[in-house]
């Protein structure tokens, strides 16, 4: 499947991966529709891509709007979830159970909650991405909620993939990526650990957003590909 003409949905696509796969899809010839929760992203997203794309600010946490957000866009052909929080590392004598069900209300239960509202709205041959991390593999001190959320989201990838075919099911699990993520860090605090991971990566130095974004275009374009998690880590999980 070639991308050109295509209508994809990216939820979460206005800054950092998601942003970066929505451009780099419509300058191959995708309409995009880009979502976030704020409209100043919103913005700042359409400024950086064509006219033909469409910015949408919804609340992905209240599921009256992401059902009237879906009820309102009409039919494409793939879902793009790249939502997520600002990362924080919590160890257990820190652990906040609120704190944790945020993470996986909108990385694991929202992601759901939109594939299910896509599947009706998706033409032949369309697919969902989800996004995962490479902490689900290569887990660490303080990343006890971070990795089961990304396991999760992998095994319920899989799962779809058989319950929804023949549509195409996938997720991606980018390392550590230069993205706004991290933005709960100090701008010095971010360098330094974008530094240190760098040294210890096969590839020597840590993911740019359009890094991961051409995983997605992949999975996008190779339509025999499903209940596939690809691993855009730099070799990170092998050492």
Known sequence: MTISGTR????????????????????????VV????????????LAQLP??????????????????????IGRFDHLVFTAGENLELMSLEEYDVDAARTVFELRLFRALESAHLAVPLLNEGG????????????????LAVV?????????????????LAPIRVNVVVPGVVRSP?????????????FAQASTTLPMGR????????????????????TGTAVVVDGGGVLV
């Open 8 to 31: 994809i949905v990216l939820l979460g696509g206005t800054s950092g991966i998601g942003l970066a796969t929505a451009i780099a899809a419509a300058e191959q010839g995708a309409e």
């Open 34 to 45: 880009v979502v976030s929760s704020r409209q100043s992203s919103v913005d700042a997203a």
């Open 51 to 72: 006219e033909t794309a469409v910015g949408h600010a919804v609340d992905l946490t209240d599921s009256g709007a992401l059902r009237g957000f879906f009820d309102s």
């Open 127 to 142: 697919s969902i991405i989800l996004t995962s991390g490479a902490a689900a593999l290569r887990p660490a001190a303080h």
């Open 147 to 163: 990795a089961a959320t990304g396991n999760a989201v992998i095994a319920a990838g899989k799962a779809l993939a058989v319950e």
């Open 181 to 193: 993520l991290w933005n709960g860090m100090t701008a010095d605090q971010q360098e330094a650990m």
């Open 206 to 225: 840590v993911a740019e957003p359009a890094d991961v974004a051409k995983a997605y275009l992949a999975l996008i374009e190779q339509d025999y590909v």
